[in-house]
């Protein structure tokens, strides 16, 4: 994913379903995220936020026929999640929890050689 920013979306869904066994998690989701916009997801537990950032982040694909999810113009529904060069911090747990939020975060820009100048 490295290399000139794509001029589309950053994130794209099109028409993107998951299920677990009978339980539907996501069902003919499409949206797109333009670089440089703030985005949230809201809604009740259960409702299919985490199943959708996992599809994102890659930890989940898609159901077979479920659409797609692209990044940065490319369809990734089967690239691995270090395949992506994506980040995600989960709400409840921390990589390390003796470490703040921020320490978190440079780790992983750290462990992926980041210049110090941009690691917070």
Excluded: W
Excluded at 41 to 60: D, W, Y
Excluded at 79 to 91: A, C, I, N, S, T
Aim: with cysteine; proline share 7%; hydrophobic share 35%.
């Amino acid at each position: 994913m490295a290399g000139a920013p794509h001029a589309g979306p950053v994130v794209e869904f099109r028409n993107v379903s998951k299920t677990f066994g009978n339980y539907k998690a996501c069902v003919d989701i499409s949206f797109q995220i333009e670089r440089g916009e703030f985005f949230s997801l809201l809604g009740p537990s259960g409702c299919g936020k985490t199943t959708t950032l996992r599809l994102i982040a890659g930890f989940e694909e898609p159901d077979r026929n479920g659409g797609e999810v692209r990044i940065d113009g490319e369809r990734v529904n089967s690239k691995r999640p270090y395949e992506r060069q994506l980040g995600m911090v989960f709400q409840n747990y921390a990589l390390f929890p003796h470490l703040t939020v921020e320490r978190n975060i440079a780790f992983g820009l750290e462990m992926r050689g980041t210049p110090k100048s941009e690691v917070p």
